[in-house]
């Protein structure tokens, strides 16, 4: 099992930017890949982006090319998302998940969810 808890969201002007981030515990050994998805209200949960656990291989959809960043830090045990340029429709709940694939942007890919962390886009 995997816990991950996020932090890191608030509310931020157009423009501005927020560093997310996602403790991971537990059996950090079966993770393989990281990746952080988001679900405004009334639509599904959609991919932003991932990053392999070992490698640090990235992988974006194309909504968070050029304006997100993920990183991890292994020895923290931690994955962040750096966003940028933020505009009002990239208001969400952020979720971090973690998975025992090495690339992945399914949601049933990733097997351990945490709670989600509000990022709201508003002058």
């Known amino acids: 099992q995997v816990q991950l808890v996020e932090s890191g969201g608030g509310l931020v002007q157009p423009g501005g930017s927020l560093r997310l981030s996602c403790a991971a515990s537990?059996?950090?050994?079966?993770?393989?890949?990281m990746g952080w998805f988001r679900q405004a209200p009334g639509k599904e949960r959609d991919f932003v982006a991932s990053i392999t656990w070992s490698g640090g291989t990235t992988d974006y959809a194309d909504s968070a090319k050029g304006r997100f960043t993920i990183s991890r830090d292994r020895g923290k045990n931690t994955v962040y998302l750096d966003l940028n340029s933020l505009k009002p429709e990239d208001t969400a709940v952020y979720y971090c998940a973690a998975g025992p694939l090495f690339a992945a942007r399914t949601r049933s890919a990733f097997s351990s969810w945490g709670q989600g962390t509000q990022v709201t886009v508003s002058s």
């Open positions: 537990g059996s950090i050994f079966s993770i393989n890949v």
